[in-house]
């Protein structure tokens, strides 16, 4: 079964960091795109940024760009996601997903497998 575990996130002060991490379980990411979505209670969930496993292109939504960083751990099978200069509007439950061979348009995924959701919380 394929499963990805989530860690990372938590509460932090406006202009802070965190990093969620998204491991592969039960499969690999070879020719998958794994992406990074939040959802706001109440409000539809978003993509936000992707990479592709074998080639490490990456796509990130105008809100996030410059501020978000994803990359890969091929040793661990992890993908990361840094965020910086977060912003009370970053607060959210943060999902990552892999489709196989996914392109950069987010909005259009049928992801093969999802995360269980972590929150992240901005706020002084």
């Known amino acids: 079964e394929k499963q990805l575990v989530q860690s990372g996130g938590g509460s932090v002060q406006p202009g802070g960091s965190l990093r969620l991490s998204c491991t592969a379980s039960g499969f690999t990411f070879d020719d998958y795109t794994i992406g990074w979505f939040r959802q706001v209670p109440g409000k539809e969930r978003e993509g936000i940024a992707c990479i592709g496993w074998k080639d490490g292109w990456t796509h990130y939504r105008n809100a996030v760009k410059g501020r978000f960083t994803v990359s890969t751990d091929h040793a661990k099978e992890t993908v990361y996601l840094q965020m910086d200069s977060l912003k009370s509007d970053d607060a959210a439950v943060y999902y990552c997903?892999?489709?196989?061979?996914?392109?950069?348009?987010?909005?259009?995924?049928?992801?093969?497998?999802w995360g269980t959701g972590t929150l992240v919380t901005v706020s002084s």
């Open positions: 997903a892999a489709e196989w061979r996914g392109s950069n348009i987010l909005s259009a995924w049928s992801p093969d497998a």
